[in-house]
């Protein structure tokens, strides 16, 4: 019995016969209605099993099971305890918020199976009991006889056993941008996936012709439902920002509660009670918790997801906006992605004249040659390409769309540029007869009158046509001696750019007798060879410049051929002159060793299949790679949702593709990534700078409360103080930064290496240094109010305002962590301003306000101390940017 790796029938391998005697089942009558009962009792509905997931209830619960949301929710439960229940409710809302937008993303990429279950969702027309039915694509079952038409999507996985002039796209599923020709014959057992033409596959599309097929596989059995598998199995792997907030949270807990720690120790070393300094060591841990972070961090996302879409990229999972800006290694899909998925004619080779064509796509805009004249031998070329053809071209809503095959739109596209219309040349020169296209005979001809002449036009592979042709045309349309070797060297050229080879023929006479096979031995008249391709878009090769500007290596994985997706890649930049592809028969042959080994220099993999992509992306990975990996097919999807960040394709996509991926690219433009990758960075930019910004002020107030039990001093700021200046200043002024414009050169420099911490020991010392500041600042006004015979509440609320300047005047630092304010232009980010002013009210407010004097102990206080407490500010202001400086001279 031939079988494949997991114990899959090779049905490929097998003669149609004998397939069919293994499933019993019959050709000419299917299978009767008792056996379908039976046959469903065992396989099931031909649908894809449903992935089992968390239910709604345990999904929300776990948002809630992160370091920094359990910091938080500490936080809340402190304050509740100190009774503080308008400050706990804050907290507590805020977690809450948080919780919910997780929640939405995280369910909203649970739906990729769903759109599997979609892609076979169809009808279908089924041979039972001698009788054609129509039914639900659901109710087929293992050896059901299906009968398939131009425009039907393949229900299920079929064995072919009969195919007339039968042509599918398949690149959904193997990546394959042209139309594969079906037969019923039987192939070797190590034939791959992409060029099994004795089969056709769940999801998958007929373009024309008619064919019949016996049922092999069903639901989870077929290559869509394997693939389902795949994404099932791949792990939602977190990011290198939730790891990073992970570690920094995880520190930021355990630095909190040392200090706290220490702070009760102390105290009770100095005699004090033990609630007495419970209750400061609440104080602290109080100060210490930034309870803004969680939520400046998913506001700072979600305004790069804004100038994201924007920027024609969709996110559809908050992190992924960060994790472009630490991508090493983009992987793409070619067909759709780098390319335009549209055929196109780059060359013809007629009458011994060799014509570029101009213009890309299926839009008739460009030109033939030199564009002013075409000679003889050329039209005649075009107008076997436009009259030998079955394709249509028509425009919907101004874009142009290609009915039937793509090699055979790019024909009638062709003749369009050289103003032959397909439409009036058939009115013109109705067909009369034809020989369609057949696998066997690899070419097809149509039968005209022209010019009271019956002439037939040939087009098909240059090994069928050119030994049946025994003359050829010259450039003027007369008939000369067959120059063999110049069409085959002409024919080489082309296929070494990549080009698909077409050749053209014609054979003139004939009145009566019916056009068919043996015709062609009459001896044939060559035209010419049109040599085509998907080409790439346009901005692709600018936004892989920039992508290795960037130091992000760019690597091409594609089901296409090895030479067309080289060629692809050479003019892309993707790869050198010298580099060369492997395929996928030659990837099987590697362990994991070799093949991570491997990826690091080989940058396009060619006729690889669905496991594979899942294989280089996890080598990759295997490296320390951050990889993102682009894809528009239901083949693309396990890599995409296995990938650290997968990108999917908006126009062109699949549904399973856009459901599995992180991001949606509404142009299915490649050079939408590079801007994407640039604001991914920008939101990581500016979360450091909302980190660095923070901490010193959190730290700086578990400073203050441990030298005030030091110092045996009255606690110079009150719980309920630190939560008005942590929550006040992390949403005005704090979060002014997520608005902060993408500093200059951010594409110039090299990714991230995904183990480095978000802080590096620069920034930790800006943050000490800082933190000390506002220690001896604030301390120290507060020690100079009393020693002056201040009130207490006046005193704190001296505190208190050094706090809230310095963090002003320090984020007026942060807009840029290596530059001044100056630098980077003072009115750059007008939200920093209004911040600023919208701040600067409150604490008026709180500290002139009798109902808030009473709510949080603050007092009124003079123009004298408000001088002290900005020169504090002022120092702090150019303490930092001397600092910066020394740094930036170093």
């Not at 050749?503 to 085509?532: E, K, N």
């Not at 020693?787 to 809230?804: C, D, H, I, S, Y």
Request: proline letters at 4%; one cysteine or more; glycine letters at 10%.
């Amino acid at each position: 019995m031939k079988e494949q790796t997991g114990g899959r029938v090779a049905w490929h391998c097998l003669p149609a016969d004998e397939a069919a005697a293994r499933l019993q089942a019959s050709f000419e009558q299917g299978l009767a209605e008792s056996e379908v009962l039976t046959r469903r009792a065992i396989h099931g509905e031909n649908r894809i099993s449903p992935k089992p997931g968390k239910g709604p209830l345990q999904r929300f619960a776990l948002q809630f099971v992160q370091p920094l949301i359990l910091v938080l929710l500490a936080a809340g439960a402190v304050t509740a305890f100190l009774g503080e229940w308008i400050d706990s409710g804050v907290i507590f809302g805020v977690t809450l918020i948080n919780a919910i937008i997780g929640f939405i993303q995280e369910g909203r990429a649970e739906n990729a199976l769903a759109a599997l279950v979609h892609s076979v969702s169809s009808e279908v027309t089924v041979l039972r009991g001698g009788c054609k039915q129509r039914l639900p694509s659901a109710a087929l079952v293992p050896g059901d006889v299906v009968l398939l038409a131009a425009g039907d999507k393949v229900p299920a996985d079929l064995r072919l056993f009969r195919a007339k002039d039968l042509q599918a796209i398949e690149s959904a599923l193997t990546g394959e941008s042209t139309a594969v020709a079906k037969h019923g014959d039987a192939l070797p057992a190590d034939t791959l996936l992409a060029e099994r033409g004795n089969m056709a596959y769940a999801g998958t599309v007929m373009i024309s012709g008619l064919g019949a097929g016996v049922v092999v596989d069903t639901g989870d059995r077929t290559e869509t439902g394997r693939i389902s598998r795949l994404i099932a199995e791949a792990p939602d792997l977190s990011t290198p920002l939730t790891r990073k907030m992970a570690a920094f949270s995880n520190w930021l807990l355990i630095a909190i509660g040392l200090l706290a720690a220490l702070t009760f120790a102390v105290g009770m070393l100095r005699g004090e009670s033990a609630f007495a300094m419970f209750m400061a060591a609440v104080a602290l841990a109080v100060g210490a918790i930034p309870e803004g972070l969680p939520a400046a961090m998913t506001i700072t996302l979600a305004i790069g997801v804004s100038r994201m879409a924007k920027r024609r990229a969709i996110i559809r999972k908050l992190p992924a906006v960060e994790t472009l800006g630490s991508t090493t290694v983009i992987c793409s899909d070619k067909t759709g992605t780098l390319t335009e998925n549209q055929m196109t004619v780059r060359e013809i080779h007629a009458g011994g004249v060799r014509a570029t064509v101009s213009g890309s796509g299926y839009s008739p805009s460009g030109r033939v040659g030199d564009g002013e004249s075409i000679a003889v031998a050329l039209r005649e070329c075009l107008l076997a390409g436009a009259l030998c053809n079955d394709a249509g071209l028509n425009r919907v809503n101004r874009h142009w769309e290609v009915v039937g095959d793509p090699t055979e739109g790019a024909l009638l596209v062709v003749a369009r540029k050289a103003g032959l219309d397909e439409r009036t040349l058939q009115k013109i020169f109705p067909r009369l007869d034809e020989i369609p296209f057949d696998s066997t005979r690899q070419y097809m001809a149509t039968r005209h009158e022209i010019e009271g002449q019956r002439i037939a036009y040939y087009k098909g592979a240059l090994e069928q046509l050119l030994p049946r042709s025994t003359s050829m045309l010259d450039a003027n349309g007369q008939a000369i001696p067959l120059r063999r070797s110049e069409i085959e060297g002409a024919a080489r050229g082309m296929a070494a750019q990549g080009l698909r080879v077409l050749a053209m023929a014609r054979l003139a006479g004939g009145t009566t007798a019916a056009l068919d096979a043996a015709s062609a031995d009459a001896g044939l008249q060559f035209i010419g060879l049109v040599g085509m391709i998907d080409p790439p878009r346009p901005k692709a090769v600018a936004a892989v410049r920039t992508c290795h500007g960037a130091g992000i290596a760019v690597k091409m994985i594609t089901g296409d051929h090895a030479v067309t997706a080289l060629s692809i890649a050479r003019q892309l930049g993707i790869a050198r002159a010298a580099d060369t592809a492997l395929t996928g028969r030659e990837l099987a042959l590697l362990d994991e060793e070799a093949l991570r080994g491997v990826v690091r220099t080989v940058n396009v993999f060619a006729r690889v299949e669905p496991e594979q992509k899942l294989r280089l992306v996890r080598a990759l990975q295997a490296n320390g790679e951050v990889v993102a990996m682009t894809g528009d097919g239901v083949n693309d999807a396990p890599a995409l949702k296995q990938a650290h960040i997968g990108i999917a394709m908006g126009l062109a996509g699949t549904e399973v593709a856009k459901e599995a991926a992180d991001m949606v690219l509404t142009d299915d433009d490649f050079a939408s990534i590079e801007a994407a990758v640039e604001e991914g960075r920008g939101v990581f930019d500016n979360l450091v700078k909302f980190i660095t910004w923070t901490l010193p002020t959190n730290f700086g107030e578990g400073l203050v409360i441990v030298a005030a039990i030091v110092a045996d001093a009255t606690l110079p700021i009150t719980p309920l103080q630190i939560l008005w200046i942590n929550m006040t200043t992390a949403v005005f002024l704090g979060l002014m930064l997520a608005f902060e414009p993408i500093d200059h050169g951010v594409m110039r420099r090299p990714p991230r290496p995904p183990d480095t911490p978000i802080l590096d020991a620069a920034l930790v010392w800006r943050i000490v240094l800082v933190s000390v500041l506002l220690l001896a600042g604030s301390f120290g006004l507060f020690l100079r109010e009393l020693a002056q015979g201040e009130p207490l509440a006046e005193a704190r609320t001296v505190a208190l305002n050094v706090f809230v300047v310095v963090q002003a005047m320090y984020l007026f630092n942060c807009r840029s962590l290596t530059r001044s304010a100056l630098a980077v232009g003072l009115f750059s980010n007008a939200a920093v301003w209004y911040g600023v002013l919208i701040m600067a009210l409150l604490q008026a407010l709180l500290t002139y306000t009798p109902l808030l004097n009473r709510l949080f102990s603050t007092a009124p206080i003079g123009w004298h101390q408000w001088c002290e407490i900005f020169a504090v500010g002022a120092l702090a202001y150019l303490v930092v940017g001397i600092e910066k400086r020394f740094r930036a001279r170093r």
